[in-house]
Nanobody, 121 residues
Framework: QVQLVESGGGLVQPGGSLRLSCAAS????????MGWYRQAPGKQRELVAT???????NYADSVKGRFTISRDNAKITVYLQMSSPKLEDTAVYYC???????????????WGQGTQVTVSS
C-alpha cells in the first residue's frame, strides 16, 4: 500500500505565496512522475505541474512563471511553490505519483486526499 499525504494548503492573498508538500510512504520500489493536479468547484480536475525522476518539469500554461514544482527523492516528497497566486487558482490540490511497488510490477497511479487552497483578499 502507498500513501500520499499533502500539507501546506490554506488561505493566501493574491500576490502572496504558499508552498504545498506531498510525502509518499509505504511499499515503494520506485516513483517515476510526481505531480500536482487541482479541481475547482464545478470543474474537472486539471493538471498543474509534473516532475519526473530526473527533474524534468511540465506546467500548465495558466501557472507557468508563477508556480514551481520540485522534488526531494531522498524524502520521497514533491513540492509546489505557488507565487503570485490569482483568485482563479482557488481549488482543491491533489498530489499524484506513478509508483512501482516491486521491481517487475506495473506502474500504478496513487493520489493524495487533497488540500484546499483559497486565494482571497
Amino acid at each position: 500500500q502507498v500513501q500520499l499525504v499533502e500539507s501546506g494548503g490554506g488561505l493566501v492573498q493574491p500576490g502572496g505565496s504558499l508552498r504545498l508538500s506531498c510525502a509518499a510512504s509505504g511499499s515503494i520500489f520506485s516513483i517515476s512522475d510526481m505531480g500536482w493536479y487541482r479541481q475547482a468547484p464545478g470543474k474537472q480536475r486539471e493538471l498543474v505541474a509534473t516532475i519526473n525522476s530526473a527533474g524534468a518539469t511540465n506546467y500548465a500554461d495558466s501557472v507557468k512563471g508563477r508556480f514551481t514544482i520540485s522534488r526531494d527523492n531522498a524524502k520521497i516528497t514533491v513540492y509546489l511553490q505557488m507565487s503570485s497566486p490569482k483568485l482563479e487558482d482557488t481549488a482543491v490540490y491533489y498530489c499524484n505519483a506513478a509508483v512501482r511497488t516491486w521491481a517487475w510490477g506495473a506502474v500504478e497511479d496513487y493520489w493524495g486526499q487533497g488540500t484546499q487552497v483559497t486565494v482571497s483578499s
